[in-house]
């Protein structure tokens, strides 16, 4: 394996974190839990006044925040606080506790807020994302105002995981979602962006792998695990959200993986 100052994922990484840097953020970790449940973020500096309207971006199942992220902390950065966190067991995020759900994760990201003092707030969610925004909407409707839910299969039946099994030629879903090799993130790069990278040598791709997908790899599988479904043969019942949706006007980019 190549030094991590000769890896290309590794220098981009330093790109992408001075990126949100230069946007007005800055990176910290916040006990939620009284030492149980820490949750690492990106947030506006201390010092930055007047302060504007909150934006809590949620990532999707994958590397941390920071990949997904960029374009739209530097647009809307001039609009809006924007608080970029990592979601548990995915960055600098880890918990003590055995629960592996997406609503826990909702209860943990809106202690963050609370921790943080945001009274109110809108969230935007992505892929896995998506299903904790949604939680987050629904279990506090008084505090998120807002409420965008991108790319997200929050109505997906088993039937649907079964579906994107059979179109990725694969058995389990940790296949595509947690990759171990080479052939399985070209797998996933495959679904998930319209370009090819059939000229990237396996090194590249499995400097991703090392780098981006094997840590809590464990922990990880269990959120897959976790993830709410409803059953092939019956219709699912989801609870429209009181609020309404974001200008979606605003929403430039959200694809960077």
């Known amino acids: 394996m190549a030094p991590s100052f000769l890896s290309i994922v590794s220098l981009y990484g330093i790109y992408l974190r001075r990126s949100l840097t230069a946007a ?19 947030s506006p500096k201390p010092d930055q006044t007047p302060r504007k309207p909150a934006l809590f971006l949620l990532h999707g199942f994958g590397p941390s925040a920071i990949w ?8 809307f ?10 979601l548990v067991f ?27 003092g945001v009274k109110k707030y809108h969230v935007m969610g992505t892929s896995y994302g998506g299903f904790v925004a949604y939680h987050m909407a629904k279990l506090w409707p008084d505090t998120v105002e807002k409420v965008v839910i991108a790319s997200s299969g ?21 296949e595509i979602m947690l990759p171990e090799t080479a052939t399985q993130i070209r797998t996933l ?22 780098q981006l997908y094997s840590e809590n790899r464990r922990e990880k599988l269990e959120l897959l695990k976790g993830v709410t479904l409803a ?23 959200y694809d960077e993986i």
């Open 24 to 42: 007005g953020l800055t990176s910290k970790s916040i006990d939620i839990d009284y030492g149980n449940t820490t949750v690492h973020l990106w």
């Open 189 to 210: 790069s495959r679904l998930a962006v319209s370009w090819r990278f059939n000229m990237i040598p396996n090194f590249f791709w499995n400097n991703i792998v090392n």
């Open 90 to 116: 995915f960055g600098g995020s880890t918990t003590k506790s055995k629960e592996r759900s997406e609503v826990f994760q909702a209860i943990s990201m809106a202690k963050l807020m609370e921790k943080l």
């Open 68 to 75: 997904q992220w960029r374009r739209q902390v530097q647009f």
């Open 154 to 174: 929050v109505n997906m039946r088993k039937a649907d995981n079964t579906a994107l099994l059979e179109r990725a030629n694969v058995e389990n879903i940790e």
């Open 231 to 253: 059953a092939a043969d019956e219709p699912f019942k989801l609870t429209p959200l009181q609020q309404s949706e974001l200008d979606v006007n605003l929403l430039v980019g």
């Open 77 to 86: 950065a001039s609009y809006f606080d924007v608080y970029v966190p990592d």
